[in-house]
């Protein structure tokens, strides 16, 4: 997973902060809608922890993994 997100973010900054230092956690999250207007989807989940403000940025693996990298942020 780090390596992935290394190849789609080659310049990942904290989107709050700026700083270049995260941790990374991988979670499992499960479908909450209720509605069905509402796209559900189950899976892994990346957070990318900054180790300055704390601030958590989250991707979906699934699409996170399978997304032409790198990805453009401009
Ligand atoms: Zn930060």
């Not at 780090?2 to 230092?21: I, N, Q, T, W, Y």
């Not at 189950?42 to 993994?65: F, P, S, T, Y």
Request: proline residues 4%.
């Amino acid at each position: 997973m780090a390596k992935a997100v290394d190849v789609a973010f080659p310049k990942l900054r904290c989107l709050r902060c700026g700083s270049e230092s995260f941790y990374l956690i991988a979670s499992r999250i499960f479908e909450a809608a209720q509605r069905p207007s509402l796209g559900a989807f189950n899976g892994d989940a990346v957070d990318l922890v900054c180790q300055r403000c704390g601030m958590i940025e989250r991707h979906l693996w699934k699409i996170l993994r399978d997304a032409a990298k790198p990805i453009d942020t401009d």
